[in-house]
């Protein structure tokens, strides 16, 4: 009896035994109450992302910039001190993304975004040119078509009221990103709806929701719900339509090669326009060229990393300034004196435009576009003062940040000067503004998306006077990227 008993409990211990060493480092975390089992969990699951933001503010309010959530047996840790968040960016050890991104592989795989240590490694390294100031001076052209075709558009609201800005600015962000990236034209701007869009958004909803849904954050149990089916379904279009692009493109290539026109490096830097595509199909990694599923996994992610986030900066952009005449009216000064009325943009006057820079960073600090990011401890080390076991997720919230009075003063208030130069933006306040992320896996897009929000900001500005639907205030939901429940409604008025 007695030998059943012992043994019983070696192999509790052996099953709970990391469990039984994450409570030991986590009991005296600051946080909210925890149940046995369910941890927070609870007070996690079918709740709304509008509540979603109300829970994090409560739990910062009562426990400070360093706390943790337990959902179920998982250890999930909140850093708000921007020395903290900078440590943890330039901690190499700290560089494999936190189990939350897992729910995007089975769409992105193992692509720039989600993967780690060796293969994000050679990837980075392999695909930082194709992010070359020269490349991106050759996608501006591309900024400029797809701004101009987004001007035709917004024709049908011009003097008719209000309306919903944030899926219009999403199309054309789409057609960009379509462009750049694939160099195909999906045209989404000038067709209704975009099948592509709805997918990518309801896959990003079901993505968004494993990250804190107690039933569906199990593999095991995900595969029972209805969730999983659509996931599959949605899924398999997705890859579907990357599949095609990239295999049109390399028969192009081959086309070409075997017809004797010029390589590819030759075409990126001499007339003819390139997407990321094709320098992806030239690329060597140790020897070996990138395979079709190594290629889509990039692609997908770009095309995920480089639509929404730039939709959702464009929209929240676009309301800052209609909330803002006076700051519309500065803008609008700089972009008429630096391009006169033809209108046509390059990257000299795009780099130009320095108050419009400002403007474009201040909306990205109160509305970054990737509100939540994490990380995964992969080893029990000190983290910022603090043992943390192994698996402990850790998040860093830009959009709280952001809402700080000890990071910025007048938090909630838009004021592009800040940046430049002269308040809050002191060396402590770095890593306090993180809305590309920051240190090893900042965001390789960066530039790509400062040129295309100022792009596509400018021409709508120089074409119409924005305005704010009255009392209109958006309801900030923190999905995989910020939301507005209620849109974005804003009016306009051409200027001609
Ligand atoms: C306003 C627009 C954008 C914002 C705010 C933004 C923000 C971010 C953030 C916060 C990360 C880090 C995510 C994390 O650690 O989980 C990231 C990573 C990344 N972004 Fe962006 N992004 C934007 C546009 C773009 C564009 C246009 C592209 C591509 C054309 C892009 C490609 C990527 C990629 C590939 C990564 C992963 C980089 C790595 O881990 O090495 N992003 N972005």
Known sequence: MLVAV???????????????????????????????????????????????????????KNHGKFFRIWIGNELVTVFMEPKDVQQILTDVKLITKAKEYKYLEPWLKTGLLTSTNQKWMLRRKALTPAFHFKILDEFVEIFDKQSSILIEKLKAHDGKGSF?????????????????????????????????????????DIVHRRSYDIIERSDMLFKFTKAYKRQQLLISELHKFTDTVISSRRKELKNKKSSGTESIEDEFFGKKKKALLDLLLEIQIDGKYLSDDDIREEIDTFMFEGHDTTASALAFTLYNIAKHEDIQRKCYEEIQNIVGS??????????????????????????????????????????????????????????????????????????????????????????????????????????????????????????????????????DSLELVIKSKNGIMIQIESRK
Request: hydrophobic share 40%; glycine share 6%; charged share 20%.
């Open 342 to 475: 033809d209108g046509r943009f390059n990257m000299k006057t795009l780099n130009e435009m320095t108050y419009l820079d400002l403007v474009c960073k201040e909306s990205l600090r109160l509305y970054p576009s990737v509100p939540i990011f994490g990380r995964k401890v992969t080893e029990e080390m000190k983290v910022c003062g603090k043992l943390l076991p192994k698996d402990t997720t850790i998040l860093i919230l830009p959009y709280y940040m952001a809402r700080d009075p000890t990071i910025w003063n007048n938090p909630e208030e838009f004021i592009p000067e800040r940046f430049s130069g002269v308040k809050d933006s002191d060396d402590a306040n770095i890593f306090g503004y993180v809305p590309f992320s920051g240190g090893y896996r900042n965001c390789i897009g960066q530039k790509f998306a400062m040129l295309e929000i100022k792009a596509t900001i400018s021409k709508i500005l120089l074409n119409y006077k924005i305005k704010l639907e009255k009392n209109f205030k958006p309801q």
């Open 164 to 204: 919903n800005a944030f899926p219009v600015v999403a199309l054309a962000a789409l057609d960009v990103i379509c462009e750049t990236a694939m160099g195909v034209s999906l045209n989404t701007q000038s067709g209704s709806e975009s099948q592509y869009v709805k997918n990518v958004n309801e896959l990003a």
């Open 6 to 60: 012992v043994s019983l409990l070696v192999i509790l211990w052996l099953i709970f035994k990391s469990d039984i060493r994450k409570v030991q480092l986590a009991w005296n975390f600051p946080g909210p109450t925890a149940l046995p089992i369910v941890g927070n969990g609870l007070q996690l699951i079918n709740k709304t992302t509008l509540e979603f933001v109300d829970i994090i503010h409560g739990y910062i």
